[in-house]
Every structure is written in structure tokens, then in C-alpha cells.
């Protein structure tokens, strides 16, 4: 029985050691298996990826046109809203131009002592650069009318500035 048990035993260890072996063995086969499904998870992992980055690369270059197109579209009516201002701008200087015209007109046509009051007014209120203005669209017999009768203080300042300009 010595013989036999000493046989079971050793069939036992034969056994275990062949479970063992089949066990180390088997893990590297089984790790390769996660290996290869990792690989595989990966490679489908970047598919997706480079399809998810393809849709917002194509994404990306549509709002890029529709961008440049509001810009274009920004920049033509920028320039008509600056062509309109500037024919909006020759409309008023002109208006302007005739209104002083007519100022003008009016101020030669008065008598010297409406114009003087006038002026008086303006240079007290701080509005001699408007009265030299006018001054020097008016007629000069006028201007010469005005000068003499207007205080030496205004008179030499508004002298000086037409000996100036």
C-alpha cells in the first residue's frame, strides 16, 4: 500500500504540477486574448474618433464660409452705408453753404446797428469764431460799417484775426 499511496501521491503532484503548468501556460494565451480585444477596442476606438473628427473638421469649414460670407456681406454694406454718409454729408454742407449764403446776404442788407447788436450778442455769448465767420463773407463796406461802430476790444480782435487768415 506504501507503494500505492506513494503513487497516488506522486500521480497527485504529476497532476497538479501539469494543472500548474497548464495554468502559467494558459495565462499568457489568455492575456494575448485581452491583448488582441484591447487592440481591437483601439482600433475601433480611433475609427470612431477619426469619423467624430472628420464631422467637426466638416462642421468647422461650413461655419467658416457662412463667416466669410457674413463678412463680405458686412463689408459691402459698410461701404454703402460710408457712400451714403458722404452724399448725406455733401447734401448738408451744401443746405449749409446756402443758409450762410443767405445769412450772408441778410447781414449786408441790414442797417449797421441791427448788425452790430448782433454781433455783440455773439461775442458775448463766447461766439466771436461765428462772427469772424460771417465777417469775412460780408461785404467789406459793411465790414467797415460794423468795425467802426463795435468796441475797440472786439474790433481789434476780429482785426487781427482777418490780418491772420
Known amino acids: 500500500m506504501f507503494n500505492q499511496d506513494g503513487w497516488q501521491v506522486k500521480m497527485k503532484n504529476i497532476f497538479l504540477v501539469i494543472c ?6 494558459s495565462s499568457p494565451l489568455m492575456e494575448d486574448g485581452e491583448i488582441y480585444k484591447q487592440k481591437e477596442e483601439l482600433k475601433q476606438l ?3 474618433l477619426n469619423n ?6 466638416q462642421e468647422y469649414q461650413k461655419h467658416k464660409q457662412e463667416l466669410a460670407k457674413i463678412e463680405q456681406k458686412t ?3 459698410l461701404q454703402e452705408i460710408k457712400s451714403i454718409k458722404e452724399q ?3 447734401i448738408l454742407n451744401e443746405i449749409k453753404q446756402i443758409k450762410v449764403s443767405k445769412a450772408i446776404a441778410m447781414y449786408n442788407k ?3 446797428k441791427v448788425v452790430l447788436k448782433i454781433f455783440n450778442k455773439n461775442i458775448a455769448d463766447g461766439k466771436i469764431d461765428e462772427v469772424f465767420d460771417i ?13 467802426k461802430k ?14 491772420l487768415s
Do not use: C, H, W
Open 20 to 25: 500548474l503548468f497548464g495554468f502559467v501556460f
Open 46 to 48: 480611433k475609427i470612431e
Open 52 to 57: 467624430f473628427y472628420d464631422k467637426k473638421e
Open 75 to 77: 463689408t459691402k454694406e
Open 88 to 90: 448725406n454729408q455733401k
Open 110 to 112: 441790414m442797417p449797421v
Open 135 to 147: 465777417i469775412t463773407k460780408m461785404k467789406t463796406k459793411q465790414v467797415m460799417n460794423v468795425l
Open 150 to 163: 463795435m468796441d475797440a476790444k472786439s474790433a481789434t480782435i476780429l482785426m487781427n484775426r482777418l490780418t
